[in-house]
Each structure stands twice: as C-alpha cells, then as structure tokens.
C-alpha cells in the first residue's frame, strides 16, 4: 500500500503542475500577440495583398483572359483595384466597366472616384520604412511600389507579362505602419506569378 501511494501522483503535485504551465502560457501569450497577424495591420494588409494577387492569377487561369492588379490608380493612393480583360483590350482604362471588376471575384469592399477596389487599413500605407534589400534588386528597392511594370498583368497561362520579358526580377510591393518605419512588410511576385510574403524583424525579412 505505501509503495503503491509513493508511485503515484498527488493532486497536490498535479495542481502545482497546472499553475506552472498557466504562468508560462500567460508569460508567451503577449510575446505571440504581438507577433501575430491579426494584431499587426501591416502584416494583414499584406496577407490581404497576397491574396487578392493569388486570386487574380487564378482568374486568368480560369478564364485564359488577362488579369489586372493596378496599384496607386489614377494617383489615388492606398489604393488598388483588379480588372478582367473581358474585351480583350489591354489598353482600356482600370476598372473601366463594373463588369470587368466583377469577374475578378475578388471581394473590393471600398471604392475611388468610381472605381471599386481595396483601400489599405487606418494606419498603412505603401513605404519602404527602414527595410532592407528584398527580392531581385541587387541595389535595393528604390520606390514602395517597385514593379517592372503597375499594373502587374497576369496571364492565362499563370505566369506575369512584365514588359521586359520573363528575365525580369520580381516585383516587390512595400507596406509600413505610418510613424514607424522599422514595422514593414512586402508582397513578392515574381515572373513565374508565384507570390511570397516578408516582414521585416531584427535586421532581416522573416516569413
């Protein structure tokens, strides 16, 4: 009977357990808050990016038509808006018809001068801050919009026209948390059309 009750375990011992791991959990909950997404607008607005890029190359799959993503449209800016080429026309104005936005199903929940689209969260705007060199640029990125060509034009095929051919480096789009400029994120595309996310974090681009 004693050896059986020494090799077991009090609820003494498993109460003091419970409160130790309660401590740490509380302790690291900040820390991941913090770093989290959902509490960072920045990192969400490029999550947001990513997505509405993914969706767009999708569509131009789908629908083997062109697909626009325009950043900055008409000078209106944290702003961007998608379009479809439903008339074949790669001249046509951003979002000339309502329709061509539409097919993008792509949900834009705000809109400028007349053009549906997405405008970035209170507090976010398209900036470099202090973020260092990302992607195929040997020198550095010298704009928050460094694209080879905006709009970035998806085609059917999956892949991205960039005016200079499929050599082209990727594109990198910048976000910043306005006031402080060490908080930075940037969407990736490269000519291929895959797409890639970076934060910037203690010097260096963290996934």
Do not use: C
């Amino acid at each position: 009977m004693l050896a059986a009750a020494a090799a077991g375990v009090g609820l003494s011992e498993i109460l003091v357990v419970v409160a130790l791991v309660g401590l740490l959990a509380g302790a690291a909950l900040p820390a991941y808050l913090q770093g989290s997404p959902a509490r960072d607008p920045v990192r969400s607005a490029a999550a947001e990016l990513a997505s509405v890029l993914e969706t767009a190359r999708y569509r131009a799959v789908a629908l083997e038509r062109p697909v626009h993503v325009e950043f900055e449209p008409a000078g209106r800016e944290d702003f961007y808006t998608a379009w479809v080429e439903l008339d074949g026309d790669s001249t046509a104005a951003p979002g000339a018809t309502p329709e061509e936005v539409t097919a993008t199903e792509i949900p834009f929940p705000d809109e400028a001068a007349g053009v549906s689209g997405r405008r970035l969260p209170e507090g976010v705007s398209f900036g470099l801050g202090a973020a260092g060199s990302v992607g195929g640029y040997s020198g550095g990125p010298k704009a928050a919009i460094e694209l080879p060509s905006n709009p970035i034009v998806f085609r059917p095929e999956g892949g991205v026209r960039w005016p200079t051919g499929l050599l082209a480096p990727a594109g990198g789009v910048y976000l910043r948390r306005d006031g402080d400029p060490a908080v930075v994120s940037v969407v990736l595309v490269h000519p291929t059309g895959f797409i890639q996310s970076f934060r910037w974090s203690e010097g260096g681009w963290r996934r």
